[in-house]
T-cell receptor, first 109, second 114 residues
Framework: GQNIDQPTEMTATEGAIVQINCTYQTSGFNGLFWYQQHAGEAPTFLSYNVLDGLEEKGRFSSFLSRSKGYSYLLLKELQMKDSASYLCAVLDSNYQLIWGAGTKLIIKP | ETGVTQTPRHLVMGMTNKKSLKCEQHLGHNAMYWYKQSAKKPLELMFVYSLEERVENNSVPSRFSPECPNSSHLFLHLHTLQPEDSALYLC?????????????FGQGTRLTVV
C-alpha cells in the first residue's frame, strides 16, 4: 500500500531551527508537496520538489531524496506564527495526492 | 483570503437532516476536490471533478452526494449522516487533476453530526 510517515508533533524554540521529516512509499512519484495549516484554517502551499536536492524559499527550505523516499522541511529563525501543522503529500504515478497525517509544530518563547 | 470559498464554516446537523456544503473558486481552475479531514489522520480524498465531470469517487458512502454544476462551483449534499462523519470538510481546486500543480484549499466546513 501507499504510505506517508511524518512525526505527529514537534516542539521548538522561537528563533531556532527545526527540521520536519517525511518518508514515503508510493506507487510512482510525480513530486512532493509541503503545506502549512494553521488551526481552523485552510492548508496553504509551501513547496514542491520533484528533483533531488534542496529548494530554498526565504526562511523555509525543502529537501528531497527520491532514492531514499525521504524529504524534510527546514524552518529557520522560527517565529511564533510558525506554530501550525505541516502536511507532506506525494503525487503518485496516477497524479493522486497521498497525504501524511501532518506534524503539529509548537513554538515556545 | 484564498481564491476558494466554502460555506458554511460551521454546521451542526442531526442524523435525519439534509444539508449541503458549497464551494466556489475564482481561480479559473479546471479541477475541484472534496476532502475529509479528521483529527490526526491524513486528508481523505472523497471526490474529484475535472471540467465538471466526476473523475474519481473513492468508495465514499452514498449519504455523501457531490454536484458540480460548472467549473467554479462544487456542492456536497449530505443526508442521514452518522456521528463518525463529523470532521472538517475541505474543498480544493487546481489547474487539473493530472498535473503537478499545487492545490488551493478553502477554509473548510466544520461538520458536527449529533
Amino acid at each position: 500500500g501507499q504510505n506517508i510517515d511524518q512525526p505527529t508533533e514537534m516542539t521548538a524554540t522561537e528563533g531556532a531551527i527545526v527540521q520536519i521529516n517525511c518518508t514515503y512509499q508510493t506507487s510512482g512519484f510525480n513530486g512532493l508537496f509541503w503545506y502549512q495549516q494553521h488551526a481552523g484554517e485552510a492548508p496553504t502551499f509551501l513547496s514542491y520538489n520533484v528533483l533531488d536536492g534542496l529548494e530554498e524559499k526565504g526562511r523555509f527550505s525543502s529537501f528531497l531524496s527520491r532514492s531514499k523516499g525521504y524529504s524534510y522541511l527546514l524552518l529557520k529563525e522560527l517565529q511564533m506564527k510558525d506554530s501550525a501543522s505541516y502536511l507532506c503529500a506525494v503525487l503518485d504515478s496516477n497524479y493522486q495526492l497521498i497525504w501524511g497525517a501532518g506534524t503539529k509544530l509548537i513554538i515556545k518563547p | 483570503e484564498t481564491g476558494v470559498t466554502q460555506t458554511p464554516r460551521h454546521l451542526v446537523m442531526g442524523m435525519t437532516n439534509k444539508k449541503s456544503l458549497k464551494c466556489e473558486q475564482h481561480l479559473g481552475h479546471n479541477a475541484m476536490y472534496w476532502y475529509k479531514q479528521s483529527a490526526k489522520k491524513p486528508l481523505e480524498l472523497m471526490f474529484v471533478y475535472s471540467l465538471e465531470e466526476r473523475v474519481e469517487n473513492n468508495s465514499v458512502p452514498s449519504r455523501f452526494s457531490p454536484e458540480c454544476p460548472n467549473s467554479s462551483h462544487l456542492f456536497l449534499h449530505l443526508h442521514t449522516l452518522q456521528p463518525e462523519d463529523s470532521a472538517l470538510y475541505l474543498c480544493a481546486s487546481s489547474q487539473g487533476p493530472d498535473r503537478n500543480t499545487e492545490a488551493f484549499f478553502g477554509q473548510g466546513t466544520r461538520l458536527t453530526v449529533v
